[in-house]
């Protein structure tokens, strides 16, 4: 009997003929048969009691053999993968029968994607920027400053408005003289930022005070997110009621007291907490900031057929992550494509070259963690369970059945992790430069 034989098409595809022999499909169709029969209703004969040939007069032998190859086709395939020793790329490719020659087995042909065999240019001591893996005392000040304006009281002011004050308003805005959609709002109390509101919105109330009324303009960002706003000049009538300014509470024991609701609490130690946080911050950033710079350094050096088929479900990961965070933010996705002007094929293009970097980024990681052996050890899986069971308050047990079949995949961020940190402890750190 002819074997299977395999022609490499490309880098990233070869192309399988695989044989069946007439024994195989005699097998297949009586399997198919019998299978078939249970659910013939036929006038005379129970259900799987109908004889081969008046079933075959009835329904033709067509049936039989699609539903013979239909069973077979995927066996012979998984036995050929097998056979050369291939590590298919996504799902089951399609198989397209092949006209049978005289004297020959009937065959099929099949384009399997495959990884492109990689090369790794040297990976070892790439130079990165030495990022602060520590906060400062800079950071621990805006920390707990911002944590008493957090517990700040509002206290009423008998003064104009000024920049960081909180005052309840009352607005309409209107365009070219006409009301627009959630322009208008009464008895609202916000934080008088620039930040808070459109250009020119919170300058104008800089300076009101409480009961007066004044006519203020302002302008809609060019990437507003309402775009039949964005880019137009407003005017809205504005009155003031109630002026207020945020009373910061004292730096001492008794914040870090009423702060924290421990009665034995000192600001040594409340500050001592936050530094430790602000210091974990900080070694995530840093690991982020690093990894990033040596990853792009090491796809900039390595060039590499990518797997169209990886490419492409990634490019549906990307559009799959744009519909949940459009979900979040309470827009639907035909609002935003109708927003955004653009068709769902423009927006996969758009989406091309950060999922060939994504694919490039995985399989050179992949390659350089098997060149170093790196592999997911049953201690790195317990701690990975262990932070995912805190994470989402479940015991691991039940983690572990959520997973199912993605345990593959949490094993393989754990080998990816353990390659980065193995390439991040080799590399070159260098003086960060400074900013212009």
Do not use: C
């Not at 239909?70 to 056979?83: F, N, Q, S, T």
């Not at 207020?244 to 609701?261: G, I, S, V, W, Y």
């Not at 959520?402 to 940190?421: A, F, H, P, Q, W």
């Amino acid at each position: 009997m002819s074997a299977t034989t395999m022609k490499q098409l490309d880098p990233t595809q070869v192309e399988l003929e695989i044989p069946i022999s007439p024994e195989e499909f005699g097998k297949a169709q009586d399997s198919a048969f019998r299978k078939l029969v249970r659910s013939a209703k036929i006038p005379g004969f129970r259900p799987g009691k109908v004889p081969r040939k008046i079933f075959e007069n009835t329904y033709g032998t067509a049936a039989i053999d699609d539903r013979a190859l239909e069973d077979l086709v995927p066996v012979k395939y998984a036995e050929a993968v097998k056979e050369h020793g291939l590590q298919p790329l996504g799902r089951p490719p399609k198989m397209e029968m092949l006209p049978q020659e005289e004297g020959q087995p009937m065959r099929f042909k099949v384009i399997v994607p495959v990884r492109p065999p990689i090369e790794p240019a040297p990976y070892d001591g790439i130079e990165v920027q030495d990022i602060p893996e520590k906060s400062d005392d800079d950071d621990l000040e805006r920390a707990l400053e911002s944590m008493r304006k957090d517990a700040a009281t509002l206290v009423p002011v008998d003064r104009p408005v000024r920049l960081g004050d909180t005052a309840t308003i009352d607005y309409e805005g209107k365009i070219g003289g006409v009301p627009f959609e959630n322009g208008t709002a009464t008895g609202q109390q916000a934080e008088i930022a620039e930040a808070r509101f459109i250009p020119g919105f919170a300058a104008g109330i800089v300076g009101m005070k409480a009961g007066e009324t004044r006519e203020i303009q302002a302008r809609f960002p060019d990437e507003y997110l309402a775009p039949e706003l964005a880019g137009l000049d407003a005017t809205f009538t504005i009155t003031v009621h109630e002026v207020k300014e945020a009373e910061l509470p004292e730096l001492d024991d008794e914040f870090a007291k009423r702060l924290t609701q421990q009665h034995h609490q000192t600001l040594d130690a409340l500050k001592a907490e936050v530094r430790a946080r602000l210091d974990e911050v900080a070694v995530q950033k840093a690991r982020r900031q690093i990894s990033t710079e040596l990853l792009d350094k090491l796809i900039a050096a390595n060039d590499f057929p990518l797997p169209q088929v990886l490419v492409e479900n990634e490019v549906d990961q990307l559009l799959e992550e744009s519909r949940q965070y459009m979900a979040r933010a309470g827009i639907s996705w035909d609002a935003y494509i109708q927003q955004s002007e653009k068709s769902e094929e423009q927006l996969r293009s758009e989406f091309l070259e950060e999922a060939q970097r994504r694919v490039k980024t995985t399989l050179l990681i992949e390659e350089i963690g098997k060149r170093e052996k790196i592999e997911a050890t049953p201690d790195d899986l317990k701690v990975e369970l262990a932070a995912l069971s805190r994470q989402y308050g479940q015991p691991q047990e039940k983690i572990i059945e959520l997973l199912g079949r993605n345990v593959g995949s949490l094993i393989e961020g754990i080998v990816r992790t353990k390659t980065i940190d193995r390439l991040m402890e080799r590399a070159k750190r260098v003086p960060a430069t400074k900013a212009p």
